[in-house]
């Protein structure tokens, strides 16, 4: 029992739980391959090989990183969970604007009752965008000397927004299973298989190309180098954190006299972990979606689709604005001063050297200078990619999947995994994971 990897599939509630997330990640991964019926698979996977218009494409390349492949492949699960984070962002900024959905959500049954209206747009979400697909799939199908469609374009439109659909709503039930009976965030756990999937290929084009002269042997060490080093940045950036010391007074409850405590509250560098990366990229990718799928020949949304390349400059622009408004929203949404130091004066609680009146003051100073710098510091491994692909010349397929945003979610969700674990590990009178020191996960 002295390996806690060895211990963890000896504890049967663990050993449930884990095999139960990694059968649900595998139903995904092979769903991922499956095509929408109707489509040549043939003329499409020739299509996308040819590079010009496929593996060449970097908006293509950036949509087929956050499906995990599926978009390529033009399968039921092309969408991928994005809808549904899509459709949370939506209701958490609905919430902040209208004050009768915050009050819905606070009555009892009112959480049940906001997802189940965020399953609902989550369809809408997800029959825009298929109906976006039919279309991109229409303009392949103009560009390729074989018919890319075996049936008629209306019934492939009708059957591919119904299969799409049907493929992003079971992935959402695959989540929230896993969150239920598995291991982590299972929303998360998604996203991070399907760029986990994409590791090994990514890597053999690397190296592909390096034996092929097409790329310098020293650049690929390069970026290897940086590799490592942002894998260092990120687990530095999430495990970071400020302590905010509390002196707790004498209680009497009932006839018993509870003694003071000096507690601490921890205020991470970065308190959303990977959420404002997820979220930012999720807004961008609703409209760049739309944009190349029905942009066409002189189109403004061909235009639209241009000034959106994940290479530009006013995209990663956009990037780094939003990571920074998703940082300081969701952080506000998690921790909220105002609660916190209400919940400190009713424990009969106190800040050394800060008043009572004016601890909400003070904790909302100390989280303003923590999230600035940290959605910064944030942002800039998430936009790393984009300076390595142009600094080097590496291919975006494989930029993305190497650095910035996909090493962000690997990590966060992979601690966030770990944590867990080790909590279930020690439940259980075992060690933890780790010997030394503790996990800090980013509690989602």
Known sequence: MANPVIGMFRIKELRERILFTFGMLVVFRIGAMFPIPGINVTVLKNFFEMGSSGGGNPIVNYLDFFAGGAFSNFSVFMLGIMPYISMSIIMQLLLIVFPSLKKISQEDGGRKRIQKWQRYGTVLVCLIQSFAVTQYAQVINKQTPEPLLNIDMLSFTLIAMLTVTTGTIFLMWIGEQITKRGVGNGISLLIYAGIVARLPVAVIELFGLMRRNEINAVFVIVVLVMFVGIVALVVFEQQGQRKIPVNYAKRVVGRKMYGAQNTYIPFKINPSGVIPVIFASSILMFPLQIAQSLGGEGNWLTAVSNALNPQGLLYNILYVVLIVFFAYFYTQVTLNPIE???????????????????????LTKILNRIVLPGSLYLAFIAVTPTLIQLAFRIPASIAFLMGGTSLLIMVGVGLDTMKQIEGLLKMHHHEGLVKRGKIRGRNL
Not at 343 to 355: C, K, M, V
Request: charged letters at 35%.
């Open 340 to 362: 916190i130091a209400k919940q400190i004066r009713e424990n009969g609680g106190s800040i050394p050297g800060i008043r009572s009146e004016k601890i909400e003051e003070y």
